[in-house]
């Protein structure tokens, strides 16, 4: 199949500039990619910018109401599961209003493929900070700088149980690719983050790794079974420490050939590696103003991806269970067992 | 403590009862560990397998477990069985008290919290004839204290009546007794007393005891170490009156009028229940798979655990996270071609609203069951109101139409769940349908029917020629768009809550389209009163001069109230199960009363609605408010003005 296989009638109309272009003409490559014919296909999303991308599909979309993307997806994923349920949403739409479906859907392991498209700002209703802004953020809605504390997806996906995060970014159209068909192979609520840029509200939001100059120098790309290597000239390493006095673990830069070099395993059940390579980098997010000598790159890519029951096949197991077992199949069977009498 | 002078022997009582009566009511009270729902459904179930009609109102307080012996903790179970049995009954004529807190409850009704109150008419929950069966056993000084008494003689403190015949029998002493040999620990004995009671009943009504043991091994078919035990209290609280009583006549109901109804199979069945198997009788006959999204909320929890355990009948039941996520599960499986439903009360459809707002713009079948509850805000969890009705209505953003029916008996919940699901899938749109705790609690005869009894369903298709150039604007001569659905080749669309253009289905802000589309979507709702049976009046046939122009106008659960009360008044009386739309007759129907009474169980929404339908018709109105049924002799009172 072709990437046009699944590019929809629709006129495009992300603003010019936007990484959702990117993002979205990405997801067309990797649902060719994958194959699964587009009437097997839904894309469901909430409102937003991203939520907009059900449109530019030639699959079956669903453009809902703020935040329940989350919800509708898991029903339309649990009613049937042969159906490959994509959702798109935003930083808004997934981590403000939609958060307790998100964590939900993670918690329980829907196997849905969740694109969260997170520019660190409402673009839809025109310049507001959201649950991603750094603390301090100036916007229309904090004109004095936001006082809060925002939210690092990954610690949040990994929190909520999560068995798959990926990170990427607009600029990286082979990285987004692959992080789009890993999260469609894998079984179970798989998040992608999209690092997107906003070039009317928030732009360069995520030029520290989007620049090219600087992205070999501030980002890692994690791969199953890859040592973690990174850098422009690829010298530099990862690796880990402990804290003798706290047992605190904590991700160290070293030279590319030191022999403590971690090997990424995505598939490790342990979420604890996952959650610190997760957080890399971002320090710079949570607070706009943060002076920090940290070198740690922003990990790009799979970072987890295990195997676990899958609620959806879970819950039509259940229902496969009983039926084998069951005396009672059909309404006129199940009013025989009614305690009755004739009048 | 000291029975009253005024107490006596069953013998001396029971004289005055023997003669045959229409139809009586039994009110069992006691601790809410008391077991008394048990008890009150197990006679109300033996009276309705003898062929009698039934009704019944268990009113258990809002706290699952208040100390034992306090007022706080009473739980009631009330029947009417006989003929004629429109409602559970406005006041006893038979109590069952397990203790002194069940007595004060009994006899003060909702004054029980008044330090000074006394029997009262207006809210004693028996008359001033009932027998009152009282556990003297439980009338100690420490239960009297418990139950915020002041003097050691509770029937002189209450001022219960003379003519109230309180019958004083030690249950507990009887039930040790009986089970002196059984091996079992003081506690267990102790909840035997209930069976006790229900023993002595069934003595009182002449009920064969065969029958009334075979349902007790049904209801502990799953303990049946149990059944020995119970049985043997109650058939010794049977023997106890036949002892005590025995040269006297028992009450005896009328034979019931059996030639009246059709020959058939019975069972009682409550309204929750009710509902839940009518989502499943609809799901096989419209060939769709059942999903239900929902979120616990008093009262319509039952029906999710009803369907989360029929995943033999092929059910998909999600408790989801929120009352949000219930209805996004289901409007989720409603786009993948379910029929898909979400169960809940009125915070939760408050909650709702935006959802529901979706699948009415989105066109997609989904059945929204409201089990309204005492509000607003969390209100009266666990009583019954009708305030949900403009919610239901009216309460969501935009011009946004959407089906209200009503289901207007325990059993005909059934039918309404059913209709709820034919209408939806067949017109593609929400349907809200109302029950209220009154009827979601409560239970009443069911005429079982065969699946092939009930109405086709012909859920929404879509046709083959539309393969490769489908939309999800495109509609049928009623005016209701197609279905199709993910797995369907060749039918890709885009569905959206943004308004669509009528013809592409596209997203579109032109003003023109977008008036069109409003009045398209209510359009869609109107058409189906084509589909809806005529609205009936019920006449009366002993109509005098001052009732002739009269018209009692109910909706909803009230059916069975306003049926008793258009009897005793002697006028016509109409119910309505069709909201919105109305049925097509309605105008009709009205124009023919000079004097029509609205009845509901709220400020007059359903009167308000009316007005607003037919400007020009008068419309007078009677509201109660206070988490009860109507009392039948309170709308005669008013009505007789």
Sequence with gaps: ?343 | MHISEKSSTFAQILTIYNHIVKNIVVRFCGDSGDGMQLTGNMFAQLAAELGHEISTLPDFPAEIRAPQGTLGGVSGFQVQLGSGVYTPGDKADVIVAMNAAALKVCTLGSHFNHPQAHYDDDFALYHRHAIVIVDTDALTDKDLEKALYHTDNPFTELDIPESVQIVPVPLTSLTKEALKDSGMDNKSVLKCRNMFALGLIYWLFDEPMEKAIHLLEEKFKKKPALIAPNTKVIVDGYNYGQNLALNITQIRLEESDAANKQPARYTSIAGNKATAWGLIAAAQKAGKHLFLGSYPITPATDILHELAARKDMNVMAVQAEDEIAGVCTAIGAAFAGDLACTTTSGPGLSLKSEAIGLAVMAELPLVIVDVQRGGPSTGLPTKTEQTDLMQALYGRNGECPAVVLAASSSANCFDFAYEACKIALENMTPVILLTDTYLANGTGLWRVPALEELPAIHPQSVPEELKGHFNPALRDERGVRYWAFPGMEGFEHRNIGLERDAEKGTISTNPENHEHMVLARKHKIEQIANSIPDLKVIESSVKSQESRDVLLVGWGSTEGHLHAAANALGCDFTQFNYICPLPRNTREVLSQYKRIIVCELNTGQFAAYLRSQFPDIQFEQYNEIQGQPFAVERIVEYASK
């Design chain 1, 1 to 343: 199949m072709q990437a046009s296989d699944f590019k929809s009638d629709q006129y495009v109309r992300f603003c010019p500039g936007c990484g959702d272009h990117a993002i979205c003409m990405a997801l067309q490559k990797a649902m060719a990619q994958i194959g699964i014919p587009t009437h097997q296909v839904a894309v469901i999303s909430g409102i937003g910018c991203s939520s907009r991308m059900p449109h530019y599909l030639n699959t079956y979309g669903f453009n809902t109401i703020h935040g329940r993307g989350g919800a509708i997806a898991t029903g339309v994923k649990t009613s049937h599961p042969e159906i490959t349920v994509w959702q798109m949403s935003g930083d808004g739409d997934c981590l403000a209003i939609g958060g307790n479906h998100f964590i939900h859907e993670i918690r329980r392991n829907v196997d849905l493929n969740v694109c969260m498209f997170n520019n660190r700002i409402y673009g839809l209703t025109k310049g507001q900070y959201s649950p991603t802004s750094p603390k301090g953020f100036v916007s229309k809605s904090s004109p004095f700088g936001t006082v809060e504390r925002p939210f690092v997806p990954a610690q949040l996906v990994l929190g909520a149980g999560g068995t798959f995060f990926a990170r990427t970014l607009d600029v990286d159209m082979p990285t987004t690719v692959d992080c789009l068909v890993a999260a469609q192979q894998h079984k179970g609520c798989s998040i992608v983050e999209c690092l997107v840029n906003c070039v009317i509200f928030n732009n360069g939001t995520h030029a520290w790794i989007a620049d090219r100059e600087q992205r070999a120098e501030h980002s890692i790309i994690l791969k199953h079974g890859e040592k973690m290597i990174f850098g422009k000239d690829r010298d530099k390493g990862l690796a880990v420490e402990i804290d003798p006095v706290t047992f605190v673990p904590k991700i160290i830069v070293v030279p590319a050939d030191d022999p403590r070099v971690l090997t990424h395993d995505a598939t490790q059940p342990d979420p604890t590696l996952h959650r610190l390579l997760g957080l890399m980098g971002q320090d710079r997010i949570v607070n706009v103003n943060a002076e920090t000598d940290n070198e740690l790159p922003v990990a790009l890519g799979v970072i987890r991806s295990v195997e676990a029951d899958t609620y959806d096949q879970a819950v039509n197991r259940q229902i496969t269970e009983v039926r084998k077992k069951a005396k009672i199949k059909s309404f006129d069977e199940l009013t025989a067992t009614l305690d009755t009498f004739l009048l």
